[in-house]
């Protein structure tokens, strides 16, 4: 299973944006980039996901480096519902393969 | 439309004991997936269900087992409770065509916190 490297914990400002970043430098060339996040006391929910272009959704944009060895999810205005922790999963193929969880990022947003 | 529904939604067990936790698919899915999630880690891949047959399984042992329906809801079963299975399982339904079809996604349920006594 490919791995991600995210960072353990970021804080933001409400209102500002928000850039979450993931390496991801083992990528083969068919796997695709998701963005889960985990609100507290819920389940995971999809926010985005990419091959090789930048995506933009109503949740958030995702830009993926040239090189496809890391990636960022960018928020362009966090909200204290953004607050939550977010997931960055490679996967072989469609959205239906099995999703290999790190520890993620816990987002804070201050108000 | 409902989402992915599980129940219950708590439960408390003793060592020893089994336990059998439920899932129904969001509308017009046919892929179940369930996760054990311990606290403070990401959840983790069980097993995906797809055609009533387990189609993928993670790193557990034969004491985690599961069953589908022919209206693609799902069990997940696990026997000789230990302490460190307590943790929130989740399921996750999505649809065997998202192999192909990358637009589609997993959608959680709300999951089941399990606690081992």
Redesign the interface.
């Known amino acids: 299973d490919a791995k991600t490297t995210q960072p353990n914990s970021m804080e933001s400002n409400e209102e500002e944006p928000v850039h979450l970043p993931c390496n991801h430098s083992t990528i083969s060339g068919t796997d695709y980039i998701h963005w889960y996040r985990q609100l507290p006391s819920q389940g995971p929910e999809y926010v985005i996901h990419g091959l090789t272009s930048n995506v933009n959704n109503r949740m958030a944009s995702l830009a993926i480096a040239e090189d496809r060895k890391s990636s960022t999810l960018i928020l362009h205005r966090a909200t204290l519902r953004d607050a939550a922790v977010y997931y960055c999963i490679l996967t072989p193929g469609g959205g239906s393969e099995k999703l290999v969880f790190g520890k993620g990022t816990k987002l804070t947003v201050n108000p | 439309d409902a989402g ?1 529904t599980q129940s219950p939604t708590h439960l408390i067990k003793t060592r020893g004991q089994q336990v059998t936790l439920r899932c129904s698919p969001k509308s017009g899915h046919d ?1 179940v ?1 369930w ?1 054990q999630q311990a606290l ?6 069980i097993f ?1 269900y797809y055609e009533e047959e387990e189609r ?1 399984r ?1 790193n557990f042992p034969d004491r985690f087992s599961g069953h589908q329906f022919p209206n693609y809801s799902s069990e997940l079963n696990v026997n000789a409770l230990l302490l460190g299975d307590s943790a929130l399982y ?1 399921c ?1 339904s ?18 089941t916190r399990l606690t081992v006594l």
């Not at chain 2, 999505?94 to 999951?111: E, L, N, V």
């Open positions: 992915v892929t997936s996760y403070g880690q990401g959840p983790q891949f995906q993928q993670g989740l996750a999505s649809s065997m065509a998202g192999i192909w079809d990358i637009t589609d996604t997993q959608y959680f349920g709300p999951g």
